[in-house]
């Protein structure tokens, strides 16, 4: 298990202002209304998520870092847990034609406002769930997905990316270092329900046989 920060680079490019996410609106409702995962949660107003999370190919670079450091073949088979509107999925596509992509997600909106080109490819469903057999995946990825499940699901769907990889997974979720990234965290997140260091983080992993890589995203 190794950390390979894919992701990093976008996430620090956001500017966020903690202190209005709390100050500025009702937090408690908010984040009622974002973990339904639906319309306001993608593309509503800022307070209750993206405030509108459209394709702008942001997604490409690190689809490219992904196929090259996992070495990944034009036919290969890559699962996206947590895909919601399949952006990164979709680059991954691009760059690999012939790959057997699949997405699941929680989000019927996510999923139905999928980029089209790999739509057909999605499902509805959960991550400790997965409807797919043994060893299916060459490549299994969950971005910013995980840390929305209390921990005995949490648990499940650590276990069962396990499970459906054959070869390799990456698994990146939001994390804390120090008490200013863990008060930002509390302030920012509206769908999070585990809240762990990273030592936590990797404790869990390992306890529930993991053995992909990973990366935490943290709110400095």
Same mark, same amino acid.
């Given at each position: +298990? ?39 949660? &993608? ?15 942001? &997604? ?5 870092? +992904? ?24 680059? $991954? ?45 060459? $490549? ?29 997974? &990456? ?14 965290? +509390?302030? &920012? ?32």
């Amino acid at each position: +298990m190794s950390y390979q920060p894919f992701v990093t680079k976008l996430h620090t490019k956001t500017k966020r202002d903690y202190v209005a996410r709390v100050n500025e609106f009702d937090k408690a409702k908010c984040a009622e209304v974002a973990k339904q995962f639906e319309y306001d949660y &993608w593309d509503g107003e800022r307070q209750y998520g993206f405030g509108g999370y459209h394709y702008d190919g942001r &997604w490409e670079s690190v689809a490219r870092e +992904m196929v090259d450091y996992y070495n990944l073949r034009d036919g290969d088979s890559i699962l996206d847990v947590g895909c919601g509107k399949a952006f990164l999925l979709y680059e $991954l596509k691009k760059l690999l034609p012939n790959s057997k992509v699949s997405g699941i997600d929680i989000s019927k909106y996510g999923i139905e406002n999928a980029k089209e080109e790999v739509k057909d490819f999605l499902i509805h469903g959960q991550a400790q769930e997965l409807p797919f057999e043994d060893n299916s995946f060459d $490549l299994v990825i969950s971005n910013t997905t995980l840390h929305n499940l209390k921990i005995h699901d949490l648990f499940k769907a650590v276990t069962e990316i396990e499970r459906v990889k054959r070869k390799q997974a &990456w698994i990146c979720v939001e994390s804390y270092r120090n008490e200013k990234e863990k008060v930002n965290l +509390m302030y &920012w997140q509206l769908t999070c329900e585990s809240f762990y260091s990273p030592e936590e983080w990797e404790w869990i992993y390992k306890t529930n046989g993991y053995s992909g890589d990973h990366e935490f995203i943290y709110f400095e």
